[in-house]
């Protein structure tokens, strides 16, 4: 047993045995210690109780079982109990403010559930025959056709399964779209990427062959204008761009980037997660862009916390729409139908591929559909409004002791750094570890990479004033703790949590992933 492992709890009468943060238990009030369910199993205790089979032959076409497969024997309560507390153990958007900036963690309308859960939805098959499922056929073409007004574009490719892939999916697009122009492999080499870019942005580039050439940042946050036209030629196949960008900051030359862009002959990519900041307010077709994800997970609620599931449709202009991956769907006299491959009598051969098993996340479909109809055109307006408007009282409440980075209004999140506490010997974790004692999520740290000790701050429009107040409160207090020489709280914070300080390098470098009979 190391220092993280948590004391036994299984039935011991030897309470000796245990220790705790000032408990015999190992227990904090109603905050229970919980063991993994494999370290609860007790053979020969299972819930159920049947008599042993009798001597009948298997049919299981001499595919007996050898060995008892592992999995561990707990009575039913037991097992109902240990779910429940490692579900108490989740934070999650439900338990209060989850401000993560960059991640966009929004209530999910509970209506969004309970049409997800409809059978029609919940228990399609992807295999079944067209010809039964052309109602959720209808709800993806009525979704896509949501996509396409919103963002003014003629395509929409919807199997992507979160916005990483839905980055690769658009830059396969440019890519084949290049090939096709250039009767052949593209010549075009280089991928423009401003330093503030998400890591999924280079990493796609790269995927896909090409090599990044990094625009750096001017000094108000934005793209540098003449550097990023200094690197612009006709080597360049496209331009990845985030708007609003990684800071939370619009990026005001994007007509002009995306003119520019246009004139040497390359495509411009958006990676639109932050398009919660502006949807209903800015059509992306008008700022000139030919490609762009839009994480439903996102934008339009929808819960993924703990790395899933997520959707990533990618918008398309008209020089990239053939190119779209297979499925697509497409309109017949009296029904809908998916084009699945080259073999498809209707396909003109110019899709560049398959990017994913079946059609797509059908559940998050229906929830995004579910949040936009049930907000309307002008309510996802307000709500881009509202996560606007929330992002600037955190950022006008703190600048007074915690002054933002870049100067200015933001739009969906406030950017801050840890350089106004650069004498307390308190840092950027500190803080967000003391934020968790005071019953909040931390915000992001660390990201944007290119400002040190960067707090990305995203309320979302979900947060009343009142919420918002709370947490304001409360990291205005963290501060002047911090200011006041209370270093000692910040590097042993968080206090009250049942772990406290984790090995993070660790657990990364040397994650344990499989429980193994000690
Ligand atoms: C979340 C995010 C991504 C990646 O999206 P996933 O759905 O997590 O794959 C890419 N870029 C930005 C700016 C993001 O915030």
């Known amino acids: 047993m190391n220092a993280m492992t948590p004391p036994p709890t ?23 210690e919980e063991a993994l369910i494999f370290e609860l199993d ?3 205790h299972a819930g159920v109780d049947l008599p042993p089979v009798p001597d009948v032959p298997l049919r299981l076409g001499g595919l007996a079982p050898r060995a008892r497969i592992g999995l561990p024997d707990l009575s039913e309560p037991e097992v109902v109990r240990h779910y429940t507390r490692l579900s108490q153990k989740n934070y999650a958007i439900d338990a ?31 295999m079944q025959p067209e010809s039964t499922v052309q109602g959720a056929l209808q709800l993806i073409d009525a979704l896509a056709h949501w ?44 991928v423009l990427v401003p330093e503030s870019a998400h890591g999924t942005n280079p990493a796609t580039a790269v995927a896909c062959g090409f090599t990044v050439a990094t ?36 990026e005001p030359d994007i007509v002009e980037i995306a003119q520019a862009v246009h004139d040497v002959g390359a495509f411009f990519y958006c990676d639109g997660a932050n398009f919660n900041a502006i949807v209903g307010r800015v059509r992306p077709a008008d700022l000139g862009i030919d490609a762009m994800h839009i994480n439903l997970h996102k934008t339009f609620s929808t819960p993924h916390g703990g790395g899933g599931p997520g959707s990533g449709p990618v918008v398309l202009s008209e020089p ?4 779209a991956p297979y499925p697509y769907l497409v309109h017949t006299a009296d029904s809908l139908r998916l084009v699945e491959s080259a073999a498809d009598p209707t396909a003109d051969g110019r899709a560049f591929g398959r990017l994913k098993g079946f059609h797509g996340q059908m559940g998050m479909f229906v929830r995004a559909l579910s949040y936009m109809m049930s907000h309307g055109a002008d309510g996802l307006y307000q709500a881009a409004s509202d996560a606007v ?24 999140e406030a950017l801050f750094d840890d350089r106004s506490l650069k004498d307390t010997g308190v840092e950027t974790l500190g803080i967000a570890k003391a934020l968790i004692d005071e019953g909040f999520h931390p915000f992001t740290v660390y990201f944007p990479l290119v400002v040190h000790g960067a707090m990305l701050i995203e309320p979302t429009e979900t947060e009343s004033k009142r919420s918002l107040d709370r947490f304001i409160n409360s990291l205005r207090g963290l501060i002047l703790r911090a200011k006041a020489g209370d270093t000692a709280h910040f590097d042993a914070a968080p206090h009250f949590t049942p772990r406290r300080r984790l090995d993070e390098t660790q657990a990364a470098r040397k994650p344990v992933l499989r429980w193994k009979q000690g």
């Open 10 to 32: 299984s039935a011991s009468d030897d309470i000796s045995a245990v220790g705790g943060p000032g408990t015999v238990s190992g227990h904090r009030g109603l905050q229970l």
């Open 42 to 44: 007790r053979p020969g």
């Open 96 to 126: 209060g403010i989850y401000p993560l900036g960059s991640c966009t963690m929004k209530h999910n309308p509970r209506l969004n559930e309970k049409m997800a859960r409809l059978p029609g939805f919940a228990d399609v098959h992807p």
């Open 147 to 190: 996509l396409k007004t919103l963002t003014g574009m003629p395509a929409v490719a919807l199997s992507p399964a979160a916005g990483a892939q839905g980055e690769l999916c658009g830059m396969m697009a440019i890519r084949a779209a290049l090939d096709h122009r250039e009767g052949g492999k593209t010549a075009r080499r280089r």
């Open 215 to 250: 625009i750096p940042a001017n000094d108000r946050g934005r793209v540098d204008l003449e550097a990023f036209k200094a690197k612009l030629d006709g080597d360049v196949a496209a331009i990845m761009l985030t708007n609003p960008n990684t800071c939370g900051l619009f």
């Open 320 to 323: 990239l729409a053939p190119f």
């Open 389 to 412: 408007l929330n992002a600037n009282y955190v950022m006008a409440r703190l600048r007074d002791l915690l002054p933002p980075t870049f100067e200015g209004p933001c739009m969906h």
